[in-house]
Structures are given as C-alpha cells and as structure tokens.
C-alpha cells in the first residue's frame, strides 16, 4: 500500500478558497476520494475521482464549489475548494480505495469503508 500525504489546509473566512493537495496515490488504485471528519461526527465522503477515466463525484453540500482533479504524472490529487462555509469546517483526508465500487460508493453510508489506505489529514476551518 502507498502513504499519502495532505496539504493546504488552513484558517479562511467564509467566501474563500483552498486548494488542498494529496501525494502519493498509485494507478493501482480505482479511486481517490476526498472526506471530512469534525468532532463527534461521522467521517464523510466529499468527492471522489476514478483514476482510469477521471469520473467525479461529488456530494450534494458540495457541488457546484469543490473540484476534484488528478495529476497523474505527478501521482498528487487536488481538491480546490471555492465559496467555502462554515460547515465546510473538518479535518480533511484523502484516500485511495481499490475497489471496482470505491468510487461509487464513496459519498454514501460508510463510504469510508471502501478506502482502505488513508493521508494523515489536514484541517480547514471556516469562519463567518
């Protein structure tokens, strides 16, 4: 199994943006997703892109304002993060999930399960 790396994660005011960045993903791998975990919740899945043919996924919080992306010749995945809330406060991890059915999967219950090699997470916090 691989070790991913985050990063880019920081303190912003609602309205901006973040793009975060996670290194070390191998081809390997179906999918890599992106979740979110705050205190005392369940960690969820945010959006997820197959590394074949780049399919994305997104949950419905977030669509239309986080954009899943990969770079394969640099194994790094991004997730840029635009007109962030409040809610969007969490650590975030990324995640590669082997399975044929990680990526569709992953935005629903225990998605989370399907990702079986995991980032240490980096923290983004959104005032208002």
């Known amino acids: 199994q691989v070790h991913l790396v985050e990063s880019g994660g920081g303190s912003v005011q609602a309205g901006d943006s973040l793009r975060l960045s996670c290194s070390g993903y191998?081809?390997?791998?179906?999918?890599m997703g992106w979740f979110r975990q705050s205190p005392g919740k369940d960690r969820e899945g945010v959006a997820g892109?197959?590394?074949?043919?780049?399919?994305?996924y997104y949950a419905d919080s977030v669509k239309g304002r986080f954009t899943i992306s990969k770079d394969n010749a640099k194994n790094t995945v991004y997730l840029e993060m635009n007109s962030l809330k409040p809610e969007d406060t969490a650590m975030y991890y990324c995640?590669?999930?082997?399975?044929?059915?990680?990526?569709?999967?992953?935005?629903?219950?225990?998605?989370?399960?399907?990702?079986?090699?995991w980032g240490q997470g980096t923290q983004v916090t959104v005032s208002s």
């Open positions: 191998s081809g390997s791998m179906t999918c």
């Open positions: 892109i197959a590394t074949g043919d780049g399919t994305t």
């Open positions: 995640a590669a999930g082997g399975s044929r059915h990680s990526c569709t999967l992953a935005l629903g219950p225990n998605g989370a399960h399907w990702f079986g090699v």
